[in-house]
T-cell receptor, first 113, second 111 residues
Framework: DTEVTQTPKHLVMGMTNKKSLKCEQH?????MYWYKQKAKKPPELMFV???????INESVPSRFSPECPNSSLLNLHLHALQPEDSALYLC????????????FGPGTRLTVL | QKEVEQNSGPLSVPEGAIASLNCTYS??????FFWYRQYSGKSPELIMS????GDKEDGRFTAQLNKASQYVSLLIRDSQPSDSATYLC???????????FGSGTRLLVRP
């Protein structure tokens, strides 16, 4: 298994909903990331988990809540989002032998109504 | 402010030509450099990494790094219409997990 998977591929939610994005990898990578990408912009780092511990939090609003239950799984819990949070949410992971190299999953396209 | 700069393009080249994509970065101490390709609506795909001054070749792709001048480039030989995408330059500036991305260069390869 040589890829990062993300579910769902698409998500539409209202501003009062609670939803979660899921990311999984079985490559033994020990760093996992969440990024947000708006159209025609580069990815913006949100969170980094290293060995299941939150390593970087880029001052993201509390309506985004990350969780790393184990070394293969990363979740992003969403609550009370705003329409401006609509974006492509990308998960990435890095191998322990090359922790600066990031491999991206296919992303979840989120629309907030 | 740590920055990575790219020309937004579009860079338009005919099929079969060499496409040259450039990137400059602000932190002289940066150690690792990456090129990602991103098709419209898709996620970034890592195509090249480079750590040392000079050239690194992988198939039709060549990455070039000049740390003294603080630039990194990507050459695509024999460009194909399927190479049409946005190319993101990313730099790790402080040996942390954080990559600084440029805004990307859009490449159009004309048949």
């Amino acid at each position: 298994d040589t890829e990062v998977t993300q579910t769902p591929k698409h998500l539409v939610m209202g501003m009062t909903n609670k939803k979660s994005l899921k990311c999984e990898q079985h490559m033994g990578h020990r760093a996992m990331y969440w990024y947000k990408q708006k159209a025609k912009k580069p990815p913006e780092l949100m969170f980094v988990y290293s060995y299941e511990k939150l390593s970087i939090n880029e001052s993201v609003p509390s309506r985004f809540s990350p969780e790393c239950p184990n070394s293969s799984l990363l979740n992003l819990h969403l609550h009370a989002l705003q329409p401006e949070d609509s974006a492509l949410y990308l998960c990435a992971s890095s191998p322990p032998t090359s922790s600066d190299t990031q491999y991206f999953g296919p992303g979840t396209r989120l629309t907030v109504l | 402010q740590k920055e990575v700069e790219q020309n937004s393009g579009p860079l338009s080249v005919p099929e079969g030509a060499i496409a040259s994509l450039n990137c400059t970065y602000s932190d002289r101490g940066s150690q690792s450099f990456f090129w990602y390709r991103q098709y419209s609506g898709k996620s970034p795909e890592l195509i090249m990494s480079i750590y040392s001054n000079g050239d690194k070749e992988d198939g039709r792709f060549t990455a070039q790094l000049n740390k003294a001048s603080q630039y990194v480039s990507l050459l695509i030989r024999d460009s194909q219409p399927s190479d049409s995408a946005t190319y993101l330059c990313a730099v790790n500036m402080d040996s942390s997990y954080k990559l600084i991305f440029g805004s990307g260069t859009r490449l159009l390869v004309r048949p």
